[in-house]
């Protein structure tokens, strides 16, 4: 991932498809994060002892709901908006 943003940090573009792809990984990354921090809720909650504060805990869900929020309007702007601008450039 950080490959990528580096060759579109030097103007190297990629095909859209590979691009689509790799945008589509990092949302399923964050969407597996969720499923483990909601796992991690209910151990708390359940009483199991685990090493998370609350402020710790609420501030990963909230970055990860975050993340989830901007690479999906990414993803639609790019690639499902308007019949994806991206497939439409080249």
Request: charged share 10%.
């Amino acid at each position: 991932m950080y490959f990528y943003y580096f060759l579109s940090a030097c103007k190297i573009r990629l095909p859209p498809i590979i691009s689509q792809f790799l945008t589509t990984l990092q949302i399923s990354q964050f969407i597996i994060a969720h499923l483990i921090l909601g796992h991690v809720g209910y151990l708390v909650l359940s009483g199991y002892p685990c090493a998370v504060t609350v402020p710790t805990y609420f501030c990963g869900l909230f970055m990860e709901l975050s993340y989830v929020y901007l690479f999906g309007k990414m993803y639609n702007e790019s690639y499902i908006k308007n019949g994806g601008k991206k497939f439409k450039q080249n």
